[in-house]
C-alpha cells in the first residue's frame, strides 16, 4: 500500500508523516519494583497544518498487578502505595502523556544527509515535562532525553531514552528510563497498529 502524505501537512514535518493518525495496540512495562505487566495503548498523533504534530497517549493495564505498591503515576513512573483508577471498564490507567513533535530548523554539525533532526515536547498530569532530542530517518525515531523537570512532588526520573520505528507497517516503540537511582534500563515498549475508520 503506498504512503499518502497527510492533506495540509507542513512542509518541515514530511520526516515524520508516517506518525500521523490513530493507533491502538498492546505492550508490557516492567521495572524494577514494577511487576511485568500488559498493557493496552492508544495513540493519536495529528497535525493542524503548522510545524509540528500533536500527540496524545493513553495505556491501560491489561490486569493491575497484586502488589498495588508498585503502580504509576499517570505519567507511568512507579510511586508507592498508589492504585490506579479504573475508567468505564476498559482498565486501569497506567500513563497519560501529551505533546508535540518537532523538525528544528538547523540541522546538527556531523548530522548524516538521510537524516532529520527530531525534538519531542511532553507533559503528564502527575508533574513531569520533558523535552527529547534526536536523529529520523528510514521510519525510526532515536530520541534521548535532553531535560526533565518535575515538580516538588513529580517522582524522580533522572534520564530516558525511547525509539520509534515503522516495521511492516506497525508502529513498534521502546522507551529506558533511570529513576529512583536505577541506572538507564528498559522500561516499556509497544507493538501499535494503525487505526483505520
Same mark, same amino acid.
Given at each position: 500500500?503506498?504512503?499518502?502524505?497527510?492533506?495540509?501537512?507542513?512542509?518541515?514535518?514530511?520526516?515524520?508523516?508516517?506518525?500521523?493518525?490513530?493507533?491502538?495496540?498492546?505492550?508490557?512495562?516492567?521495572?524494577?519494583?514494577?511487576?511485568?505487566?500488559?498493557?493496552?495503548?492508544?495513540?493519536?498523533?495529528?497535525?493542524?497544518?503548522?510545524?509540528?504534530?500533536?500527540?496524545?497517549?493513553?495505556?491501560?493495564?491489561?490486569?493491575?498487578?497484586?502488589?498495588?505498591?508498585?503502580?504509576?503515576?499517570?505519567?507511568?513512573?512507579?510511586?508507592?502505595?498508589?492504585?490506579? &483508577?479504573?475508567?468505564? @471498564?476498559?482498565? %486501569? /490507567?497506567?500513563?497519560?502523556?501529551? +505533546?508535540?513533535? #518537532? !523538525?528544528?530548523?538547523?540541522?546538527?554539525?556531523?548530522?548524516?544527509?538521510?537524516?532529520?533532526?527530531?525534538?519531542?515536547?511532553? &507533559?503528564?498530569?502527575? @508533574?513531569?515535562? %520533558? /523535552?527529547?532530542?534526536?536523529?529520523? +530517518?528510514?521510519? #525510526? !525515531?532515536?530520541?534521548?532525553?535532553?531535560?526533565?523537570?518535575?515538580?516538588?512532588?513529580?517522582?524522580?526520573?533522572?534520564?530516558?531514552?525511547?525509539?520509534? @520505528?515503522?516495521?511492516?507497517?506497525?508502529?513498534?516503540?521502546?522507551?529506558?528510563?533511570?529513576?529512583?537511582?536505577?541506572?538507564?534500563?528498559?522500561?516499556?515498549?509497544?507493538?501499535?497498529?494503525?487505526?483505520?475508520?
Amino acid at each position: 500500500m503506498a504512503f499518502t502524505l497527510p492533506e495540509g501537512l507542513a512542509p518541515e514535518m514530511y520526516p515524520l508523516a508516517w506518525l500521523v493518525g490513530r493507533w491502538h495496540g498492546e505492550g508490557v512495562v516492567g521495572y524494577p519494583g514494577i511487576e511485568e505487566t500488559a498493557f493496552t495503548q492508544d495513540v493519536v498523533i495529528d497535525h493542524d497544518g503548522g510545524p509540528y504534530l500533536s500527540y496524545t497517549s493513553t495505556i491501560r493495564l491489561v490486569v493491575v498487578p497484586d502488589d498495588a505498591s508498585a503502580i504509576a503515576d499517570a505519567d507511568g513512573t512507579p510511586t508507592e502505595g498508589s492504585t490506579p &483508577a479504573e475508567a468505564d @471498564g476498559e482498565g %486501569a /490507567v497506567w500513563t497519560t502523556e501529551q +505533546g508535540f513533535w #518537532r !523538525i528544528p530548523p538547523e540541522r546538527p554539525e556531523g548530522m548524516g544527509s538521510a537524516l532529520s533532526p527530531v525534538e519531542l515536547l511532553l &507533559a503528564d498530569p502527575s @508533574g513531569h515535562v %520533558a /523535552v527529547y532530542v534526536g536523529a529520523t +530517518g528510514n521510519g #525510526r !525515531i532515536d530520541l534521548v532525553s535532553d531535560v526533565i523537570a518535575r515538580t516538588a512532588t513529580g517522582a524522580e526520573i533522572s534520564a530516558g531514552k525511547r525509539l520509534y @520505528g515503522l516495521v511492516n507497517g506497525e508502529l513498534m516503540w521502546a522507551h529506558d528510563l533511570a529513576a529512583f537511582g536505577h541506572e538507564l534500563q528498559s522500561y516499556a515498549s509497544a507493538r501499535l497498529s494503525r487505526v483505520t475508520d
